[in-house]
Every structure is written in C-alpha cells, then in structure tokens.
C-alpha cells in the first residue's frame, strides 16, 4: 500500500515536471486569494478534520501542482531562485526519506561528513587555504549572515557569552553605503564589522571588496561578505575576478540555491577561523552532545548553531556536484551571464525598452523600463515618471500565466523590470519571447 | 531520461523504506568519522571535481542510505523527532518538487493560504479563538522561540525598531527555575517576557502554565510557551489538560515535526496578537513586497520574518491532517503514552533496572538506569554513581544497531537512558526487545 501511494504520488509529480519543462504550458493559473480560499473547482484547503481517502490525498496533491507557480518553467524569471534540477531533486528526496537532523555524527554519520566536505570545497573556491576554516548550511541567507555576525561580535567582545548585553559598548555594524568609520567613534560608537555585498537582489551590484577590506584591516574590522548571490559566479574562470578581495574576508555567506541552481534551502555560512562559530553559539547541551560517545565528536555540528537541530541541505548540493563536476557549474554560469548580455544587446535595439544602466551587465541582473506608445512622446521629467510608475505590464504577464518577472521600484527609479538569469531551462529564444509579450500586453497601457 | 532517472531514484528509496520498517533489518552500520572520510567499500563521499555517470549516483545514493541511519526503524528511540509517516514523506517529496518559497502569495499561491490554515487550525486547539491571531513555520524549535521572544520585546519597547539596543533597560527573560521577578526589578532589570516549558528534552517535564500565567498578568509580562514538545498533547483530549494555562499564553512554539511525527522540519511560532509579528520584522524590501501587486498582499507574509525566504513546511502537515484528520492525531499520540506506561510498568518489575522518576509518566519520555551484575552489591551512594556513569551499554547498542536510545547525565543524576516515544512504527514487542537487548549487553560491563 505504501509502495503504491507513493508510486502514484511520484507519478503525479513527474507530470507536472514534465509539463513544467514544456514552454507551451502556462506558468501559473492565476487566482485570487479569496478564491482559493473559498475553494474552486474541486479544491478546498480547509481540513474538516475527518480523515481522507487515499484517492483525495491524490487529487489533494494535483490540485496544490495545479494552482502552484512552475518555478521551473523556462520562462519564469521573477526569483534569484528558479529552475528545477533533476539531481538535485532527487537529492531532496532522498533527504526527506533519510528524514534526519544535522546536528550529530550519531543520527546523520553520512550527512555531517558531507556538511565538512561542501564547505572546504566551497572555501577552497574562495581563496581561504582548506584546511583551517569553518562552515554549515543554515535555512537562507539571512540566517547565515546572522551567523557571521554575531561571530564578528563574539571575536571582539567574547564576554557576550557571560554578561548582558547592556555591558558592551554600542556596537555598530557597517553594511553598503555608510558614513564613515572615524565619525563613528567619536560619538562613543564601537564599529566591529562590515558587511559587503556581491550581488544586490535588484541590481546585481558588487561591492568593491578590495577597497573594504583594506579598510577594515586598517580600522581590524570583521569583514563579512554577503556572497548569497554573488558567490555562484566564484565557480566560473570568466568571472570569479569580480569577487576580487572575498579571499580577505573573515566570513562570508554564499546560497548555492540561487545562481548555481540547488533546490530550495541550501545556504552556506563560511567563517575563516575554526572554531569560532562553535566558541560562539555552544550551549553544550549535555543531552545531545555527550563527550562520552564512541566516537570522535568532532562531527557534532549543533553546537555550531543557535538552531540545535538543522535540516540536511547539504546533500543536494553535494549530489549535483557529484553530477556536474564545477566544470558544470561554471558551464551553467557562463551560460546565464551570456544570455543577460544577449538580453541587453537586444533591449538596446528597441527604442520602446530602456536599461536602466547603460553599461554591460556585472551579473545576471538586468533592469529596464518599458514605454507603452502613449508615453513615447512625453519628455522625460516628473510627469512621464508618475505614468511610468503605474504601466503595470507584469500585472498582464501574471494573469496570462505565460512569463513571470519582477519589477519594482529602487531609490529615485519608478517601477522597472528586473530580469534574471538563474533558471538553467531558458533559451535565448523564451528571452526574444518575453520582450514580445511585454510589447503585446503593454501597448495600450 | 529525467522520468527514467527519478524513477530509479524513487525505486532506492521504496527499497530503503520497506526495509526501515522491517524490524529485523539494522538501524544502522556504525562507522568511525574517520572511516566515511577515508571511503570504504566503493564508498567515496570525497568530490573529485568530474562530472560522474547516472549510474554513479544511483550508487551514491545507494551508499548515502546504507551508512545512515534509519530514523523511522520502529526500534530507533534515540530522537524526540522519530519515525516515518508515508502521507508526510509524499508531502515532502511534492515540495521539493515545487521548489519555491513561502515569502510571497506571488510564487506560492497554495501554501501562503495554507499557512494561514493551519496556524489557525493550531491556535483555534490551543483556545486562542478562531479569528484574531498569527503564526509562521519557522526552520526549528529555537528559530520559534527566538521570534516569540523578538515579538514580546518588540510589544514593550516598539522603539527597538528604531533605537539601538542600550537605548533600551537591561531587558531580562525569565525561562525555568528562575529567582524572583522583584528581585529582578531591585536590580534596575527589567523583566518582559517570561518563557515557559511544556515537554523538557530529557524529562518530559511540563511547567505549571496556570502558575506561571497568574505571575505573568500581575506583573504584566509576556507569557512565551515553549511547546515544541508538547504541543503534540494538545491533540489528545485525554492529555491535553496537561497543557491548561496554554490558552492565556501571548505566543507559543509547536513542532509538529516531534510528537505529531511529520517528517522533518515543521516548527510553527503561533503568537496570539494579530499583526505584531509583522510589526516587529517587517522591513519593506520594495523588490518583494510591493504594495501595488494585482492582489490582496494580506498573504505575503515574508515581512512577518527575519528570513525572507522560508522553506516550505507546512504543506507535509497539511496532506497528514488531511490524511488522519484530527482523530488520527488523537489516537496515535494517546498510543505513544500508553507504550511509555507499559514501559514503565515491565521496568519497576525488574531488578537491575531503576526509574529515575517513580511516579507515572506524564509525557512520553521515560528515564531509566540499567545496572549490570557486578554494580548490584554495591551499595547506593558516591561509589556506585561514578562506576554507573562508566556503563555505556548504549554504546554496544549503536554497535550492534539493533536499536537507538538516547542516554545522559542530568543535574546530580549520572548518566542515564532516555526513553521516548514518538516512532508510529513501534509496538510492544519492541519495547521488550529494547529491554532484553540492554540486559544482554550490558551484563558484563
């Protein structure tokens, strides 16, 4: 019975992966929350609290595919997460099967042997010697920048472990685009760590991390870098030189599960001393982390963490890699990095479509506004702006459920779109797709 | 190539299963950290850097399974989180396969509804009332405490927002065996938050709520409860009163992924004030949150966190409750205190075995000491602890890997067994098994 559940679940799923790859079918079918809410056609996810048959569980399973967003479909560019990679989905089958926790040798042998392999491999790539640094995957970036930071605040103030926190002085955390470091002591302030970013969400921008960590090794700040997104491009020869610098951080936080396409969560903390990240955050909880095993419990990872038990995220990662090499990686990179220059090179072309930087794209990144024809003969100002703010061209996108990308607006930009190059499935021709689409439902907006 | 991929896949992993549940089958193949990392038998976990066949990883996969540990084995009792619920596991394997994030309604239509469902579904058994309250699924028990506690001092000082932290008084957070709360205030502490226990790791133990709820309202603190545990009881109309006080709670954490058995990782933070958790996280990331979306953005819910992005939990719980409605529940956590007092009554029969508690069991766990032959003559006191503390009979338990229990010291209480019970798959006879095994073991040491 069990066996057969799941089969029939399994094939429900390939399917949908089947349907999902093939560019003809929609992204989504667009509905209201209150629609779902209340139910259509067969679905409803109030629970009645009465138990369901088998079969209801599988049309259950359908309709949540059926409703849900096809976030691997190859024109789906609207997260710095997308794509689906077949290995790496079979990794996180396996690890719901395995159905275990991190923070043990005794319960994860396999996964926590792994969870040291990843990250010296990924700070070998990084330029951090392999041998003496640290890292764990934790549940998302921000999370793992935590993480950094409150590493950055334990090696200087290392009482925070005993006293309250009232007993330190005010610490101040620098991140992108601060006022200076001088300023700040003379108000009494403590600067104790600066953060850089490699891959802002919008732009894409890259931090000049050379500059900032001369900085912070003049003024012995932490550096932490936020390489969430960045640090795919690490992987690639072509373009690994503009993370120059992120080999003098002291922690940085790199999610494969973003550029380098591994199935959501798979986010990695990297901490370049050993043993801080456990002088940090132990609790020795002497129920889970008993001194006296049989083993040598070094590979007792929880008392690394604020977390205790951790998801095992770790094995995907280490599958695909398996499967692709870091040739493969670097393969996949290059390919999105040539694509968001192809996007540029034609958006250029057309005098409807304007980037909002002129430049050859750093990153994946592209933002751009599109001109309905009645704003075309507006000159640029105030006024073209305020209608500009309200062409809300992705609204049409979701509802036809053919193409999904973002937009938003940044600092003094109205509205634009943010196109991104993260999903492995897109082709140069769903590109040439979307730019039409916009035009077609925009033209009299 | 993908579907014939995955189904091999699928096929390791039905393999695996239907020999988890066989008790005859190991639990595991115990190895030394050292033995993993050097490879053994074809097993290479080390990555070279290629790209490896199918077939390899079907191996892997293969070896991945056969060096863990098989958690849902119905004599494996070493975790409070155990066992193997099929419904959950083809939960899990339907939300790798959508592979999205629960920050926006935008890319994850059906689960941002769901997560409405069953918060309120949780906080409506907890007797919060059906309408007015909040909760997220956050990555683990701790993460859920730490939003409890960022919300109550958020409800104090909302200037926490914008202030830095010494702007604020010594905040203090009382949790278990605490000195007085007047004390504290002679001090020039202030007290905000007080967080109680129901369901201890290692004993069980469940704090007096209505106790702890009557100092909370006469000092106007917040009341956090930490039910990760023990939430499951609340299912249970024979044991939910072991939970009264719960009710007048401001926030409480519960993990169906322990006593409920769904698989790996669902935690919910529940907290009963409608829009504070928001009005504490929230920090308007105009990439994400756009106001002007074409729907009601109610349902984004990525500002109630400190994560942005959040791994989807809910949807396993969902297709459970779906599955065994709420009597399911009832009836299988009832099961596991019937088992634990079975557990007790064959343990105070026998001889070499004490309870470190006498009374029956509360909770599911039960603690217990094995003393072996040559301990017997001598007499309680100094002595025979530290020779008992030496009596690692588990060891030889995770040796053989015939079955897993957890073992600590606690307090002045030497190191000690700790049963639990939260695997669906055990029965009676595994329960003898346990007690036969440790005796067989342990005699000689």
Known sequence: LTKCFLLQVVNILLHYIKKMFDVKSKILDFHHPHQLLEGLDGLNLELSGHPESLEQL???CTDTLKYGVKTGHPRFFNQLSSGLDVVGLAGAWLTATANTNTFTYEIAPVFTIMETILPKKMYGIIGWGETEADGIFAPGGSISNLYGILVARYKQYPEIKRQVMTALPCCVLFVSEQVSINFCHHQGHIPFCVTASTGSAVFGALDPLQDIADICEAHRLWMHVDAAWGGGL???GNHSHKLSGIERANSATWNPHKLMGVPLQCSAILIREKGLLEACNEMHAAYLFQPDKLYNVDFDTGDKTIQCGRHVDVFKLWLMWKAKGTCGFEAQINRHMELAKYFCKVLKKKDNFKLV????PEFTNVCFWYFPPRLKHIPEGFERDQE?????????????GTAMISYQPCGDKVNFFRMVFSNPATRRADVDYLIDAIERLGKDL
């Open 388 to 400: 500009l703010q309200k062409v809300n061209a992705r609204a049409r996108l979701i509802e036809k």
């Open 357 to 360: 930087f002129d430049a050859e």
């Open 234 to 236: 690490l992987s690639s």
């Open 58 to 60: 599988l049309v259950d």
